[in-house]
C-alpha cells in the first residue's frame, strides 16, 4: 500500500466501538466453514469480508449455469419464441443420461419456449436445457457458445476460468473450471440483470404442455402445464429448515469432482450481498442438508448480524486543524472531508483518516469549500477510498494584522526614520533657540 506522508497525524473520527475491520482480521465463527474454497463480498459498500482458497482453480459443477443463463438473459431473445430441440442433441443428452446428469425430461424433438429452458436450466438444474440454450445462442454451434461464454467471463474480469461445456457436468478432465473468485464477478453480474433474477428467485416453475408432454403428469396441475419443476436451491423454500428470508438465489451445483457447491446472493437491512461456497462435502450433514448450505447459511447469519452500512469519514468533524493568519474572527480553521464513502462497519475495530500534505497555514481570506489536499481512509489498516479535504466556512482578512505581519520585517527601518524625524526636529528646535538667543542680545 502506497505510504503517504503524514503532517498532522492520525485523527480517529467515530466514538470507541464504532469502527470498521478489515477484511484480514474478518473471521467467522469457528466451525462455520465446511468448503474449500469460499468468497463472501458485500455490494453496496464493495466490501470483501471473508475469502478461502479464492484463487484456486476447481470444477465448477452447475456453478456452470450462471453464465449459460445469463447469456441468455442478455441475449435480448424473446423467451416467448418457441424452439424445437434438435436430432443433433441426441448425444449430448445421451451423455447426460450414462453420467447421471440432472435433467429436467426435455426431450429430441420436442417444442419448447425460451422461458421454459430459462426456468428449467437455473432452477431444477437441468443440464439437458443447458445444452438446448447453447445450441439455440450458438446457432448449432456448441463450441461456438462456449467461446462466447468465455468472452464474457474475460469481460467480467475472470482470470481463472474456462468453460468447455453449458452445464458444468464435464470437470477438469475436459477443461471446465473456475474459481470462487471468478465466480463471485460472474454471480455479481448475474445479480445485476433483472430478467436473470426474475428466474433464479423463483421457487418453482410449471412447465407447459408440449408436442411430447401432451398431458398432465400430476393431478394439481394448473390448466395448460405439463408438469412442475422446482429449484434446489433449498434455503429459498420457506417448508425448509435452512430456509432464510434473506436469500435470492443464485446456483447449486455439485458433482464428485466439485464437491457440493453454492452461490447465493442476499439482502437485508439495506446491505446486498453474494457468497460463493465451493468444494464443500459431498457426504450429507445429519440432519440430511448438503454442507454448502450449512456454511452459506452460518457466514449469511454472522455477517448480517455483525456488520452494517455506514458513511465515512463524518463531515461534521474535522480532520485537522491548521493555523489561520490574518483572520480577526480565529487562528485556526478546520479541515473537512468533501464527502464520505460508503463502508462496512462491525463494533471493535478502528477508523482512521490521514491526511496526505497539507499547507503549513491558511491565510485570509479562504473561501468556503476551498480543496486543500486529499486523506486516506483506513479501516483497521486497509485502505478503502480518499476524500478531498476542503474548508466548511470561509474566513474574511483582517487589514490591520495583514499590515502589522507584513511590516514587521521592517521594523528597524521605522525606527531609523522616527530617529532621523526626532533628531532632525532637535536640530531645528535648537537652531531656533540660538537665533532668539542672538536677537536678544543683539538688541540689548
Same mark, same amino acid.
Given at each position: 500500500?502506497?505510504?503517504?506522508?503524514?503532517?498532522?497525524? #492520525?485523527?480517529?473520527?467515530?466514538?470507541?466501538?464504532? *469502527?470498521?475491520?478489515?477484511?484480514?482480521?474478518?473471521?467467522?465463527? /469457528?466451525?462455520?466453514?465446511?468448503?474449500?474454497?469460499?468468497?463472501?463480498?458485500?455490494?453496496?459498500?464493495?466490501?470483501?469480508?471473508?475469502?478461502?482458497?479464492?484463487?484456486? /482453480?476447481?470444477?465448477?459443477?452447475?456453478?456452470?449455469?450462471?453464465?449459460?443463463?445469463?447469456?441468455?438473459?442478455?441475449?435480448?431473445?424473446?423467451?416467448?419464441?418457441?424452439?424445437?430441440?434438435?436430432?443433433?442433441?441426441?448425444?449430448?443428452? $445421451?451423455?447426460?443420461?450414462? /453420467?447421471?446428469?440432472?435433467?429436467?425430461?426435455? @426431450?429430441?424433438? /420436442?417444442?419448447?419456449?425460451?422461458?421454459?429452458?430459462?426456468?428449467?436450466?437455473?432452477?431444477?438444474?437441468?443440464?439437458?436445457?443447458?445444452?438446448?440454450?447453447?445450441?439455440?445462442?450458438?446457432?448449432?454451434?456448441?463450441? *461456438?457458445?462456449?467461446?462466447?461464454?468465455?468472452?464474457?467471463?474475460?469481460?467480467?474480469?475472470? @482470470?481463472?476460468?474456462? &468453460?468447455?461445456?453449458?452445464?458444468?457436468?464435464?470437470?477438469?478432465?475436459?477443461?471446465?473450471?473456475?474459481?470462487?473468485?471468478?465466480? &463471485?464477478?460472474?454471480?455479481?453480474a448475474c445479480r445485476e440483470n433483472e430478467? &436473470?433474477?426474475?428466474?433464479?428467485?423463483?421457487?418453482?416453475?410449471?412447465?407447459?404442455?408440449?408436442?411430447?408432454?401432451?398431458?398432465?403428469?400430476?393431478?394439481?396441475?394448473?390448466?395448460?402445464?405439463?408438469?412442475?419443476?422446482?429449484?434446489?436451491?433449498?434455503?429459498?423454500?420457506?417448508?425448509?429448515?435452512?430456509?432464510?428470508?434473506? !436469500?435470492?438465489? !443464485?446456483?447449486?451445483?455439485?458433482?464428485?469432482?466439485a464437491g457440493r457447491c453454492f452461490v447465493?446472493?442476499?439482502?437485508?437491512?439495506?446491505? #446486498?450481498?453474494?457468497?460463493?461456497?465451493?468444494?464443500?462435502?459431498?457426504?450429507?450433514?445429519?440432519?440430511?442438508?448438503?454442507?454448502?448450505?450449512? =456454511?452459506?447459511?452460518?457466514?449469511?447469519?454472522?455477517?448480517?448480524?455483525?456488520? &452494517?452500512?455506514?458513511?465515512?469519514?463524518?463531515?461534521?468533524?474535522?480532520?485537522?486543524?491548521?493555523?489561520?493568519?490574518?483572520?480577526?474572527?480565529?487562528?485556526?480553521?478546520?479541515?473537512?472531508?468533501?464527502?464520505?464513502?460508503?463502508?462496512?462497519? *462491525?463494533?471493535?475495530?478502528?477508523?482512521?483518516? !490521514?491526511?496526505?500534505?497539507?499547507?503549513?497555514?491558511?491565510?485570509?481570506?479562504?473561501?468556503?469549500?476551498?480543496?486543500?489536499? =486529499?486523506?486516506?481512509?483506513?479501516?483497521?489498516?486497509?485502505?478503502?477510498?480518499?476524500? $478531498?479535504?476542503?474548508?466548511?466556512?470561509?474566513?474574511?482578512?483582517?487589514?490591520?494584522?495583514?499590515?502589522?505581519?507584513?511590516?514587521?520585517?521592517?521594523?528597524?527601518?521605522?525606527?531609523?526614520?522616527?530617529?532621523? #524625524?526626532f533628531g532632525t526636529l532637535g536640530l531645528?528646535? *535648537?537652531?531656533?533657540?540660538?537665533?532668539?538667543?542672538?536677537?536678544?542680545?543683539?538688541?540689548?
Amino acid at each position: 500500500m502506497k505510504k503517504w506522508r503524514m503532517v498532522l497525524g #492520525v485523527f480517529c473520527l467515530l466514538a470507541a466501538g464504532l *469502527a470498521l475491520p478489515a477484511a484480514a482480521v474478518w473471521q467467522p465463527p /469457528e466451525g462455520a466453514v465446511n468448503a474449500e474454497a469460499v468468497y463472501l463480498y458485500e455490494l453496496t459498500t464493495d466490501t470483501l469480508v471473508y475469502e478461502k482458497n479464492a484463487h484456486e /482453480e476447481r470444477a465448477a459443477a452447475s456453478l456452470t449455469k450462471m453464465m449459460t443463463g445469463l447469456l441468455l438473459a442478455e441475449s435480448g431473445a424473446d423467451l416467448s419464441e418457441s424452439f424445437t430441440i434438435p436430432r443433433e442433441l441426441e448425444a449430448e443428452f $445421451d451423455r447426460i443420461q450414462a /453420467e447421471n446428469g440432472s435433467d429436467a425430461d426435455l @426431450k429430441i424433438g /420436442e417444442t419448447v419456449t425460451l422461458e421454459s429452458l430459462f426456468y428449467a436450466c437455473m432452477l431444477p438444474s437441468g443440464n439437458d436445457a443447458a445444452s438446448v440454450i447453447a445450441y439455440y445462442l450458438g446457432n448449432g454451434d456448441m463450441d *461456438a457458445f462456449f467461446a462466447r461464454m468465455n468472452r464474457r467471463a474475460a469481460e467480467l474480469g475472470c @482470470k481463472n476460468t474456462n &468453460f468447455t461445456c453449458a452445464h458444468g457436468l464435464y470437470g477438469l478432465e475436459y477443461g471446465n473450471h473456475s474459481t470462487a473468485y471468478d465466480m &463471485f464477478l460472474i454471480a455479481r453480474a448475474c445479480r445485476e440483470n433483472e430478467l &436473470f433474477m426474475s428466474v433464479v428467485t423463483q421457487n418453482g416453475y410449471w412447465m407447459p404442455l408440449t408436442n411430447l408432454h401432451p398431458e398432465p403428469k400430476t393431478p394439481d396441475a394448473p390448466a395448460g402445464a405439463a408438469y412442475y419443476v422446482r429449484t434446489t436451491n433449498v434455503m429459498q423454500l420457506p417448508d425448509q429448515e435452512l430456509y432464510r428470508a434473506y !436469500i435470492q438465489g !443464485i446456483k447449486t451445483g455439485f458433482t464428485d469432482e466439485a464437491g457440493r457447491c453454492f452461490v447465493s446472493s442476499a439482502q437485508q437491512d439495506g446491505l #446486498v450481498w453474494v457468497l460463493v461456497v465451493m468444494g464443500a462435502p459431498k457426504a450429507l450433514a445429519e440432519d440430511g442438508f448438503n454442507w454448502s448450505f450449512h =456454511t452459506t447459511a452460518d457466514l449469511y447469519d454472522w455477517a448480517l448480524e455483525a456488520f &452494517f452500512a455506514v458513511e465515512l469519514p463524518s463531515r461534521e468533524t474535522p480532520v485537522a486543524q491548521l493555523p489561520l493568519a490574518w483572520c480577526g474572527e480565529t487562528e485556526t480553521a478546520g479541515v473537512y472531508a468533501a464527502a464520505s464513502l460508503p463502508a462496512l462497519q *462491525a463494533a471493535g475495530s478502528r477508523v482512521e483518516v !490521514i491526511p496526505g500534505e497539507l499547507p503549513a497555514r491558511l491565510e485570509a481570506p479562504v473561501p468556503a469549500g476551498q480543496k486543500l489536499g =486529499t486523506a486516506q481512509v483506513l479501516v483497521d489498516g486497509e485502505l478503502i477510498g480518499i476524500v $478531498d479535504l476542503v474548508t466548511l466556512q470561509g474566513f474574511e482578512r483582517s487589514g490591520w494584522l495583514y499590515y502589522k505581519e507584513k511590516l514587521a520585517p521592517y521594523w528597524w527601518l521605522a525606527a531609523a526614520a522616527a530617529l532621523l #524625524v526626532f533628531g532632525t526636529l532637535g536640530l531645528l528646535a *535648537a537652531r531656533r533657540r540660538r537665533a532668539r538667543k542672538s536677537r536678544r542680545a543683539a538688541a540689548r
